[in-house]
């Protein structure tokens, strides 16, 4: 090591289950004149390259044995990899270890194997990786001398040092080091997790004793929710298609940590109107108008004329791709920060290039269970809450009708139309809604009376009829006159979870009314 902390690579160990950039970076190693040690099908695909290769056996001078479970682990590699200058000299010379100045080693795909849905037990046991995290670790520790490579995105940072400076720098080898522990702190997290959730390949514990997070920095943000938070958005490595952290913002600005909650409330609440073109207005987190129409146009002005007054700057999703007459349209009537949808044509691409402060956000397609998230993360001060996602399920058959009066068909569609809504509404949530649209929402009302109230007037505000409309509760009613609030409102229909110690009194104020009430037996709370 010279004063600069420049440390020359004269051996390299290459051991990779990834074997991309593989050949480029052997060839440029053996350029540079570093002696390459590499194993199995590593030391194979190098030598298709053309590049000379010694096998990691004649370093040892012991075979590969148990089919490739043992090839590494042994006292010249590890020592190779953990002897000090000036400390260990005489005991690597008195044991022929010789030194491994670089090492660049990636991991067997666990993840990818244990996810694949026919992949057996023993399958996913045997892609557990131990001889590379246990080289890994070794020359991380000792970066003070060894430089350690597990991403092939470094491959090129490192050729570049090597070439420029002859060497590795203390911090570059610093950094990889880093990059090391917490590749592998995630790659033991994600096996103890799977083994703590199978019994003989069967589904264990939902919520292990020890839950891993092992997420990557996508990127920072210029500030948080107000601008004296810091912030940044990471992911966990699962697929992120027909997701707001996966989206690929098209046009505009970057997005801040607000467009990111409201988009994705947005997305969520319009991905299960898969059957017709959907358009959801968010604002603040909550939407303020949602509609149906088999035109995209239409479905996005009936939304907007729920709450235009709410809609300005707000989050606009929809769940087919939109074109240029569309983007035009909005842009037209309203400020809007996000644009969200699978897809944008290139006239609608053009139109938005000359409002740089809107952004679109292509999510891609979604295909059901994939594109959802399973597991949903808040932390408290202290710890993290965890809990399954709330998922909309309800079906037609579920319902069950308390009052005298049945629902009709159109009445039923606007029912579970509201009820789906509802549960993108803070609570205490109150849906009007009128075919295919919400006419009125009271949403994070500490009385859900309140709630009702503001529905209303928000219909009124906009001049919206609520006559013949129904309504959806996220939770159930504790008193009778959120009942007769609504029938005043001319509500016709109402869906709720039920459960109150009072629901018949509930039920005995549709009846007064006629009106038609249906419980769902579950309920949607979104704090």
């Known amino acids: 090591m010279t004063g600069s902390g420049i440390i020359t690579a004269r051996r390299a160990l290459l051991s990779v289950s990834d074997k991309t950039g593989l050949a480029d970076i052997g060839g440029a190693l053996h350029a540079l004149g570093i002696e390459i040690v590499s194993t199995g099908g590593s030391a194979k695909a190098l030598r298709q390259a053309g590049i000379p290769v010694r096998d990691v056996s004649e370093l040892t001078g012991f075979p590969e044995i148990m089919d490739g479970r043992v090839k590494t682990l042994h006292p010249t590699v590890h020592g190779g990899l953990l002897g000090r200058r000036g400390i260990d000299d005489a005991v690597m010379l008195d044991h022929s270890i010789t030194p491994i100045d670089l090492l660049i080693v990636n991991l067997y795909p666990f993840a990818h194997t244990a996810a694949h849905a026919g992949a057996t037990y023993e399958e996913a046991i045997e892609q557990i990786d131990i001889g590379g995290p246990a080289m890994l670790r070794a020359g991380a520790k000792n970066h003070e001398r060894v430089a350690v490579v597990c991403d092939p995105a470094d491959y090129g940072e490192l050729v570049e040092t090597l070439r420029r400076d002859g060497g590795t720098s203390f911090e570059q080898r610093r950094r990889f080091a880093a990059k090391v522990f917490a590749h592998t702190a995630r790659y033991d997290g994600m096996i103890a997790d799977w083994l703590a959730t199978r019994a003989d390949g069967e589904p264990g514990e939902a919520y292990p004793p020890t839950l891993h997070l092992a997420l990557q920095r ?119 920060e996000v644009l969200v949808a699978p897809a944008f044509d290139e ?39 965890v809990q399954d996602s709330d998922a909309d399920t309800l079906m037609l058959s579920d319902l069950k009708v308390v009052s005298k009066r049945v629902p009709d068909v159109e ?55 609520t006559q013949g409309s129904v309504m959806a509760s996220d939770a159930f009613f504790p008193f009778r006159d959120n009942v007769d609030m609504a029938a005043g409102a001319g509500v016709r229909a109402i869906i709720q979870p039920g459960g109150s110690m009072r629901d018949q009194e509930v039920i005995d104020a549709a009846d007064e009314h006629d009106m038609a009430m249906v419980f769902t037996g579950t309920r949607h709370f979104r704090h």
Not at 234 to 244: E, I, K, M, S
Not at 367 to 374: D, I, K, L, P, R
Not at 418 to 425: I, K, L, S
Request: charged share 20%; with cysteine.
């Open 218 to 336: 996508a990127q920072e943000m210029r500030y948080g929710e107000n601008p004296h938070q810091a912030a940044a958005l990471y992911l966990d490595g699962r697929p992120t298609a027909g997701t707001v952290a996966g989206a690929s913002v098209l046009t505009g600005k970057e997005m801040s940590y607000n467009n990111f909650v409201d988009a994705d409330t947005a997305l969520e609440c319009v991905k299960a109107f898969d059957k017709t073109p959907a358009c959801v207005i968010v604002k603040h987190a909550n939407p303020c108008g949602v509609a149906l129409d088999p035109d995209p146009l239409r479905a996005y002005e009936r939304a907007f004329a729920c709450d235009a007054t709410s809609a300005f700057g707000g989050i606009i999703a929809f769940n087919r791709p939109i074109d240029g007459a569309l983007v035009k349209q909005i842009l037209a009537r309203q400020f809007v």
């Open 347 to 385: 006239d609608a691409l053009a139109a938005l290039r000359k409002k740089p402060n809107v952004r679109a956000l292509a999510t891609g397609e979604w295909h059901g269970a994939s594109a959802t998230v399973q597991r949903q993360l808040r932390s408290i001060g202290g710890g993290v809450l």
């Open 411 to 465: 009445q039923l569609r606007d029912l579970l139309f509201a009820w789906h809504v509802a549960m993108f509404v803070k609570s205490n949530a109150i849906v009007f809604a009128k075919d295919g649209a919400t006419v009125g929402i009271g949403a994070g009302q500490m009385s859900r009376v309140i709630s009702v109230k503001i529905a209303a007037m928000k219909a009124a505000d906009a001049r919206l009829s």
